[in-house]
Every structure is written in structure tokens, then in C-alpha cells.
């Protein structure tokens, strides 16, 4: 199913990003990092798409939108 099978809980993705575990929850809430349940309906994330948010946030950072 996954190329690299590597799966994240909130907090593992929220360490890596530098944010707090409600953020994370928020990304799956609004659609921007796709989560997938387990049976009892734990959120888990995976690697390809942690790096993707990761990879857009800094780049963000990096170069801030101009100011109007």
C-alpha cells in the first residue's frame, strides 16, 4: 500500500514539525495532512505526507509572501 510503510502519531509528527499536537490534528481536521484511523480510531500519518507538510512549512519560513 506504501512505498515506505513508516507511520506517525500526532505527537511523533508534531516534534518533527515543531508544533504542538493541535496543530497536527488541525492539518488532518482542514484536509492539509491526510491521516489514516486504526480500529480504535487513532490518527496516524504517513512519512511521505509528514515530509511534504514539513517541506511546505519551510519554505514558507524561508520565503514569507510579500507584504501587500
Known amino acids: 500500500m506504501f512505498k515506505d510503510a513508516t507511520l506517525y502519531t500526532p505527537q511523533d ?3 518533527l514539525a515543531d508544533v504542538g ?3 497536527v490534528r ?3 481536521r482542514t484536509g492539509k495532512l491526510p491521516a489514516i484511523r486504526t480500529a480504535s480510531g ?3 500519518f504517513a512519512r511521505a505526507d509528514v515530509d511534504r ?3 511546505e512549512r519551510r519554505s514558507k ?3 514569507p509572501p ?3
Do not use: D, S
Open 61 to 63: 519560513h524561508v520565503n
Open 21 to 23: 499536537a493541535a496543530t
Open 13 to 15: 509528527v508534531a516534534r
Open 42 to 44: 487513532m490518527r496516524l
Open 66 to 68: 510579500e507584504a501587500a
Open 53 to 55: 507538510v514539513i517541506a
Open 26 to 28: 488541525h492539518w488532518e
